[in-house]
């Protein structure tokens, strides 16, 4: 199933996400018009996480006064900028994304905005980057092609800071982790084995929340 090039669906009652976004504080200047512009200038905009996921990030990092943030999927760099507006003095974001387009929009954005000096865009095969970075990691946004995340998250833990978070995106995949048996397709089968993996890691805790299309929050034991 391809979604329409327009914002995710919404898995609340009718009305109720945008009142969450009315209820929550504005994108700066700058996330405003790279929203638009991935709306305009992309295929599949709906890949944005948008305002409420957006401000959520930022108050997760604010909570959290990460030192080093990696995040698995950078698209036009939306999220980036969201977690880079509170991080504490010499924090940093490492964003890897493997799509050169992509890259070079969220680049010029990131350049443009008033936290150039905290992102760095790694253009490359995640799990490529990953081997190569040493950590640790104080938080972990997991949020790119759905069959790779138990290799994201395989690759990422063992270098999570000892209070370190692992945030993963979209683990409510518009409803479909719901549907029928053998009616999935193959990333909606990827993300409910995930899904299931993760909760019965020992390794772990996690809380699966209804933010958006669903972002689940994992922290070792």
Known sequence: MTLPPSRMPSLCLPGIEAYAEAHSSPDPEHLLALAEETRTTTRAPQMMVGQLEGRFLKMLVHMLQPRHVLEVGTFTGYSALSMAEALPPGGRVTTLEVNGRHAAIARRNIAASPYADRIEVILAPALDSI????????????????????????????????????AVDNVLWTGRVLGPEGEQDEDTRALMAFNDFVASDPRVECVMLTVRDGVTLIRRR
């Open 131 to 166: 081997a190569g970075l040493p950590g640790p990691f104080d938080l972990v946004f997991i949020d790119a092609d759905k069959t790779n995340y138990r290799n994201y998250y395989d690759a990422v833990l063992p270098k999570l800071a000892p209070n370190g978070v692992i």
